[in-house]
């Protein structure tokens, strides 16, 4: 291809203590709070994005083997829409909001939501989508008024070059600052005071940031993995499910959070759906995936020899792929029928291209091994009926959730993503991108007209009625009783005739009025009878 990379090199640790102390005293120049600042930088940065494109699919080839569709659908075009989404839509969520529920009195301080920067915030890559988990959270951090130091994986170096080289040619560096290195550097850059640690990585290492970020009371947000379940019933289409499930882990050859780990398939349509894998695969890569130009690698390794541990592990029988190549990292994508739910296979999370398919009796055995193996997952895949699919959103708990297909909630880049429970916290993405990274301050301004009414708060109160004349104004009665029933005013009883609502009040008319037909139909019968002569 010929494009030169920038070459990556760790930051040296002593100055990173006054990168931040300078980041820092920007947050307080204000320079950041100005929202067209903000959409400056980030246009800036849009167009740095776009002159490095051909570097990012480059740097990505050579850190994972991404494919150039994979690089520019999932890394490139993706922070850009993200620029652009965001650019045109800041000034409006900038704004302030009036506050909701606010009661006629209270109205006159003019409650209202401002959305503050936080201050000073640290963004940590994670290493598979490595543009897109970088840029993507600092594009809300930007968006939200901060200063931001960008951490990039250290594990995808030569992304991690391009991004530095893509920042410092676009951002203002005294507001906004890449950071390399790998754990030395991290130990610095976490005995700093930060206003928000953004992290995406595994669950080990974000006990470490949290950990760090506790005696600051930082708030975290935390982007880790899961053992995610897919679920496909005697129901589901096998054909569709098989497809959508290869492609949710064949896509950067199964270094995907959101991937499913393991596929729990009832033992009716198991053979067909094994069958329609292999089918699959044929037509994903006709030359097999070794050959094919967008089949990814393993990162390093470590991750290659992980991966391959696990499947050395396994008590199941492989029935397609399986083969390895060390010196290329290269792992086939590779379907394991596996017989016991905690096979080596579905013990950890495989964040490589296994595909580990478990037969199960019904539904209901599904989801009680689904939340076994993980109670809260990053995401769940159930393919079935609508009846059956209600059901595993019923029974189970995680970040998100795809009806139907593998991961497909995550490849919006304007729905709010996240983790529950030890599969994360917090949220970003589109408009909760902006929203993580800002305080949501509550303002009231109170006029000086209004005193008279207020004077009542003043004390002294012993001796006096001010209590009983504030609650009046104040407190709202309940509208339950001891039984927690719901109890009617008698305005609400006509209008809905004692059944609370207006449609099933409408309802209960419509009987009434039947059964009073019913009733008149049937007295009409008699008297005529009883007039009429008798044939
Ligand atoms: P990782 O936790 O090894 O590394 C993430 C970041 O943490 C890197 O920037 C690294 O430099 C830093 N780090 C590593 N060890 C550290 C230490 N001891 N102290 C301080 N910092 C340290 O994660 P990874 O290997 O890059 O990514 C794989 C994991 O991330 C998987 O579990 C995957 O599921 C998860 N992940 C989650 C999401 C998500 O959006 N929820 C996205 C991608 C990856």
């Not at 990173?16 to 600042?37: E, G, M």
């Not at 009036?98 to 209270?106: E, F, G, S």
């Not at 390399?180 to 928000?196: I, T």
């Amino acid at each position: 291809m010929g494009v030169e990379l920038p070459v990556f090199a760790n930051t040296p640790i002593e100055e990173i203590s006054s990168t931040v102390d300078r980041l820092r005293k920007t947050f307080w120049t204000a320079k950041t709070r100005n929202v067209q600042f903000r959409i400056k930088q980030l246009r800036k940065l849009y167009w740095a994005i776009e002159d490095n494109k051909q570097e990012i699919v480059e740097a990505c080839r050579k850190d994972l083997g991404k494919g150039f569709f994979e690089a520019m659908i999932a890394e490139v075009a993706w922070v850009q829409n993200d620029i652009v989404f965001m650019t045109k839509n800041l000034e409006k969520w900038c704004k302030d909001e009036k506050a909701p529920d606010i009661d006629l009195t209270n109205k006159f301080m003019n409650p209202r939501i401002r959305k503050d920067p936080l201050g000073m915030v640290l963004v940590i890559g994670a290493f598979n989508f490595p543009i897109q988990l970088s840029f993507g959270p600092m594009i809300g951090a930007i968006s939200g008024g901060n200063t931001v130091i960008l951490k990039p994986s250290e594990n995808s170096p030569n992304s991690a070059a391009v991004m530095q080289k893509i920042m410092q040619q676009s951002l203002d560096p005294d507001c906004y600052v890449c950071i390399q290195g790998s754990v030395p550097e991290m130990k610095v850059l976490l005995q700093e005071r930060w206003d928000k640690i953004f992290f995406t990585g595994s669950a080990t290492v974000g006990k470490i940031i949290t950990q760090a970020a506790a005696p600051h009371l930082t708030p975290v947000t935390l982007e880790l993995g899961g053992r995610n379940p897919a679920i496909v019933t005697r129901k589901a289409d096998v054909a569709l499910a098989a497809r959508r499930l290869l492609w949710a882990k064949t896509m950067n050859a199964g270094q995907v959070c959101i991937s499913q780990n393991y596929t729990l398939v009832d033992k009716e349509v198991l053979d067909a759906f094994v069958d329609q894998l292999k089918i699959g695969l044929k037509e994903f890569f006709p030359n097999g995936a070794k050959a094919s130009e967008d089949y990814g690698r393993m990162v390093n390794l470590n991750s290659f020899n992980r991966v391959k541990k696990m499947l050395d592990g396994t008590s199941g029988k492989i029935v397609a792929g399986g083969t390895m190549d060390a010196d290329e990292l290269f792992i086939e994508p590779t379907v394991v029928v596996i017989n016991d739910p905690e096979d080596s296979l579905m013990r950890d999370e495989s964040f490589g291209p296994l595909l580990p398919v478990l037969g199960v009796d019904n539904l209901d055995q599904a989801i009680y091994i689904a939340n076994k193996t993980h109670e809260t997952p990053l995401g769940v895949y159930a393919f079935g009926s609508k009846a059956e699919t209600d059901k595993v959103l019923a029974s189970t708990r995680s970040g998100g959730a795809s009806i139907n297909d593998g991961m497909y909630h995550g490849t919006i880049g304007t729905l709010a993503f996240g983790g529950v429970g030890d599969s994360g916290s917090g949220s970003y993405r589109g408009k909760a991108s902006f929203d993580c990274f800002v305080h949501h301050r509550s303002i009231t301004n109170t006029p000086g007209w209004i005193e008279t009414l207020l004077k009542s708060r003043y004390p002294p109160f012993a001796g006096t009625n001010k209590y009983q004349q504030l609650s009046k104004i104040l407190f709202a009665k309940p509208n339950f009783d001891r039984e927690g029933n719901e109890k009617l005013g008698w305005v609400t009883w006509l209008f809905t005739l004692g059944t609370g609502g207006f449609f099933r009040g409408a309802f209960r008319a419509l009987l009434l009025a039947g059964v009073a037909v019913m009733i008149k139909a049937l007295i009409d019968r008699r008297t005529m009878s009883k007039v009429l002569p008798q044939s």
